[in-house]
C-alpha cells in the first residue's frame, strides 16, 4: 500500500507540546563546526586564488552534537555519549554542550584521538572552501569500554537512542550493532541516521533514515521514484530486520516506508540557502516525535516540517518549537473543528506560531453552556477584530464555582466541541481556574474581547495584555443583556 495522505495536524501539535518530557541519548560522531565569514575584493598575488578578509566567525556544533543541538533547542532532553579529543576542539566542544544545558558525563576525552573539526569560509554568504580536521579511527578496547558503559548509564533514562554515524570512527568494529543489542533488550527504539554501504551494522535497528543517494548505495542502483524507493527501502528492512525505513527525498519530501505500508510527505517548497545538518534535523525530530506518543508517519510529517525549515537557514541546522510548529502550520493548515481543541501549553504554542506568520491574535472567554445566537454573535465580532480567535472555556468545576451545582447543562467536551466547529473559532482552552487570566498570561493575544457590560479595569487580564502592547475591545450588547446577549457594535481601547 502506498499512501499521500496527510495526518491530521491536531496530533502533531500534540506531540510537538510533549516534546519536553522526552530524553533522548546520542550516541556517535562528534564535530566542531566552525563558519568563517568575510568578502573577497582581490586575488592574491602569491597563487591566482582570491584573498577572503575575514569579518568574523562562529562555532556551532556538527554530527551527533548537532542532533544534540536540535534537540535541546526543541525543549527536549539530550544524553550525549561519545570519545573526543582533548584538544582545543574538543575543550569547544564540551564547554558548548555545557552552555546547552546537556549533560556531559558520557563525553570522554582522550589525548590520542582527535576531535573532528569541519572550518567553513563564505564571501557573501557564498561557501568557497571547507577545511577538515580529522582523523578516522575506530575505538580502542579503552575508549570502546568507557563508552559502552557510560551508554548502558544513559540507557536506563533514555525514552529513545540516536546513533549518528558520520564515519569517523565512533561506531565501527560492531560498536554500533553491541549498543542496538542493548537498546533492545532494554526494550528502547533506536534510530540510525547511516554512513557509508554496508547497513548490516546496524541490524536490528528500528529504523535507519538514509537520503536519497545513500538508500541507492546501500541496495546497489539507483533510486528516485516512489516504487524504486519502497522495493530499495523493503530490501534493506528484509536483510536487516529494521522495523521500518525513513528515506529522506530533499525537495520531494520524504517517505516513510513499513513492510506493508509505505507513506510519502511532500515537503514544502522554499528557497535552499544551505543543508548543512539538515539530516541532524530531521532524525532528532523524528526521534522526539515518536517518543512523545506519534506514530511513524506523524513522526514523519513532523520531521519533513522541521527539514523544510533550516534548508532555508544559512550554517549548521536547528530551529526552535516555534519555527517547528509555524511550518507545520504552512503545510498542514489550521487545525479545524475538534482538532482546534487544544492544552494550554499547545495553544500557547500555536499563538506564538501565528503571531510569526505576522498574523493577529485575538481571545475571548466564558462558560458557552448553552450555546445560543448571542453567543455565535459575539464569537463572530470577536473574530471580526483578529485574524486568529483563541477561546478560552471554563471547566467543568469551574463552571459549578460559578454559577452553582446544576450547572453546567453540556459538559466541558461537548460545549468545547460545538465551539470548536464555528467558523469564528480557531482553538478553544479549557481552563480549570475561575479566571482565565493564567492563560492569557501565558498566550499574550493581541486583543482581548469583552461585552460592554464590563468596563475596561474589570476585565480579567486586561493589564497583562495593554502591557505587552495589545488591545482591548468591549463590545456593545442591546436589550440590558450580559455577554449573552445581542451584539451592536464595538468600541475599542489602547
Sequence with gaps: MINHHLPSPEPLHRAIARFGGVTVLVVGDFILDRFVNGVIERISPEAPIPVLHGRGEML??????NVVSNIVSLGAA?????????????DDLMRMLGELGAETFGLSQQRDRMTSSKSRFSALNQQVLRF????VKPLNAGERSTLVEHFRTALARADIVILSDYGKGMLLDG???????????AGKPVLVDPKGRDY???????????????LGEAVGRAVFADDEIVAAARDLISAHGFDFVVATRSE??????????????ATQAREVFDVSGAGDTVIATFALALAAGADRVQAGSIANAAGGVVVGK??????????????????HGPVTHKDAILDASAAARMVTAWKEEGLTVGFTNGCFDILHAGHVSLLHAARSQCDRLVLGLNSDA??????????????????????AALASVDAVVVFEEDTPLALIEALLPDILVKGADYTIDKVVGADVVQKAGGRVVLVDLVAGKSTTGTIGRMRATN
Design 60 to 65: 556551532a556544533m556538527g554530527g551527533a552534537g
Design 78 to 90: 539530550a544524553i550525549p555519549v561519545s570519545v573526543i579529543g582533548a584538544d582545543k576542539a574538543g
Design 132 to 135: 577538515d580536521e580529522e582523523e
Design 175 to 185: 560498536v554500533a550493532g553491541e549498543l542496538i543489542a542493548m537498546c533492545r533488550e
Design 200 to 214: 548490516a551494522r546496524y541490524a536490528g535497528a528500528t529504523a535507519v533514515t538514509p537520503n536519497r543517494k545513500e
Design 252 to 265: 520531494k519530501g520524504m517517505s516513510v516506508v513499513e513492510p506493508d505500508d509505505a507513506r510519502h510527505i
Design 314 to 331: 544559512r550554517g549548521t541546522a536547528r530551529l526552535t518549537v516555534e519555527e517547528l510548529t509555524g511550518a507545520l502550520f504552512r503545510s
Design 398 to 419: 469551574s463552571v459549578r464555582r460559578l454559577k452553582g451545582s446544576g450547572r453546567p447543562v453540556n459538559d466541558q467536551h461537548d460545549r468545547a466541541c460545538v465551539l
